[in-house]
């Protein structure tokens, strides 16, 4: 966003604008002639239809929501899941605003630095639409400000630019913008605690080679891994998987005992199969977790149980019947049949399962498909 198109967008007429018609097909507003500043009012309500589940309090202010910011920017549901509080936080990156907006209710004073002069300004005003007043965006870079900054923080929170230059995606802490690694000695002066948001490819062991002592979470919202987040803060070190609204799990890593298999793959006494929450995968908490109350053979595929598991950080379905997989014999019995199929460790994709079986996408039947001790199963889900 230009600063011309921002001041397009705090116009009064433009702003009547948008919220005459905030439920209208953005398309058919773009060559409304009747419409001031079409593209401009379609672009906003473009992104604020499709904030009104991402971001509903942004969406509910009416704030301004440039394409990039938006598409880079937490969900509000894992902004609000961040684990941090305390009297003085310093977010590093601040982007749209939605990390230092969720946790100013948890901090007496958070200071949000955004280097774009332009997306700064957005972020002022659209915390003066949320009535935040607790929240300080100053215009500088992760670099500059903490070279200089004097005054003492309880913590440091940085979600890095994860895209290089050229638009490439990283992975790696060292990759991405600003370098948090190389800047850690720098932060330690006006911080003792840093929180790190992760891409939700981060490999969670990676996080205690960088800090050692650390605590590292998994998020994950609507069967979506959202995040990984570092907390170093010389705590020992643990592993956390949370499903936000659903229940989260932690385990101290020096608790996590290298699970033993199961005797055998029982597969005429299973009744229930579980489908580990992403963000238990992701932690590489399945076994740990789930072993109590079901054989499980790998953090990325299904855990079987005897009787029906309650409490877990997963989804159970009922169990018709287990077999060996044999493409022949599904294929007798799903061509043309709207079948529902679940994957995990297995050595096909759903759409080369359908193509071969010639089942269509529905729910008429339901099927998992894995792989266990290298012999693949279907198990037929009622």
Not at 16 to 37: C, G, S, Y
Not at 101 to 116: G, I, P, Q, T, W
Not at 194 to 202: D, G, H, M, Q, R
Not at 309 to 326: C, H, K, S, T, Y
Request: glycine share 6%; charged share 30%.
């Amino acid at each position: 966003m230009t600063a011309a198109e921002l001041a397009i967008l705090l116009k009064a007429d433009v702003q009547q604008a948008i919220e005459q018609n905030i439920t209208r097909d953005p398309l058919a507003i773009a060559f409304d002639k009747a419409v001031a500043h079409p593209r401009e009012v379609s672009t906003q309500v473009k992104y604020l239809q499709r904030a009104r589940l991402k971001l509903p309090r942004l969406y509910e202010a009416r704030a301004i929501i440039p394409q990039r910011a938006f598409e880079q920017s937490s969900s509000e549901e894992s902004a609000e899941a961040k684990r941090l509080s305390g009297k003085r936080l310093l977010d590093l990156t601040c982007g749209l605003g939605v990390d230092a907006a969720a946790l100013s209710k948890r901090f007496e004073r958070v200071v949000a630095l955004e280097r774009d002069e332009v997306l700064a300004e957005v972020v002022r005003e659209n915390m003066r639409r949320q009535g935040i007043t607790n929240v300080e965006v100053v215009t500088s870079s992760a670099e500059e400000y903490v070279a200089r900054a004097e005054e003492q923080f309880d913590w440091v929170y940085v979600d890095p630019d994860r895209r290089t230059a050229a638009e490439e995606r990283v992975v790696r802490l060292e990759d991405c913008s600003p370098n948090v690694v190389a800047m850690w000695d720098a932060i330690g002066r006006i911080a003792p605690r840093v929180a790190i948001k992760c891409s939700p490819l981060f490999d969670v062991e990676e996080a205690f080679r960088l800090f050692g002592r650390c605590g590292v979470e998994a998020i994950s919202v609507g069967g979506e891994c959202k995040e990984v987040m570092i907390y170093a803060d010389g705590r020992e070190p643990a592993l956390a998987a949370e499903a936000v609204g659903r229940g989260r799990v932690e385990v101290l890593r020096r608790d996590l005992s290298a699970a033993t298999k199961p005797e055998r793959f029982a597969a005429e006494e299973y009744g229930w199969l579980i489908v580990p929450d992403v963000a238990l995968q992701k932690a590489r908490l399945v076994r740990h977790t789930l072993g109590a109350v079901a054989d499980v053979w790998s953090e990325n595929s299904f855990a079987f149980a005897r009787l029906k598991p309650e409490g877990v950080l997963g989804r159970a379905e009922q169990i018709e019947r287990i077999e060996p997989f044999d493409v022949k014999a599904l294929k007798r019995e799903l061509k043309g049949v709207g079948v529902d199929i679940l994957v995990r460790d297995f050595p096909m994709g759903v759409d080369e399962v359908r193509r071969r079986t010639g089942a269509r996408s529905g729910s008429k039947r339901r099927l998992a498909l894995t792989r266990v001790e290298g012999k693949c199963y279907t198990i037929f889900l009622k």
